[in-house]
C-alpha cells in the first residue's frame, strides 16, 4: 500500500530529507508531518484490519481498489 499523505514528500531539496521537508513547510515545527502520520495510520489501519480481520477472503490474492 502506497500512501501519499504530504504534499511534495517525495521530492525534497536536495539538503533536506523527505520528513526535514515536511518540517519546514508547517509554520509549529513537525505538525504537518505528524498530521501526514496520523492521516497514513488512520486510512492504512482501516486497510490492514480489514486484511487480517478476513484473512480467509485475501489469503489467496491481493486485494484490489473497488
Do not use: C, Q
Not at 34 to 43: G, H, K, N, Q
Not at 48 to 55: R, S
Amino acid at each position: 500500500m502506497d500512501l501519499r499523505t504530504a504534499s511534495d514528500f517525495t521530492v525534497p531539496p536536495p539538503d533536506k530529507t523527505a520528513a526535514d521537508f515536511i518540517a519546514s513547510e508547517a509554520s509549529g515545527g513537525y505538525g504537518a508531518y505528524m498530521e501526514s502520520v496520523e492521516a497514513a495510520y488512520l486510512i492504512g489501519s482501516k486497510v490492514v484490519n480489514e486484511i487480517a480481520t478476513h484473512w480467509d477472503k485475501y489469503a489467496g490474492h491481493v486485494p484490489a481498489a473497488h
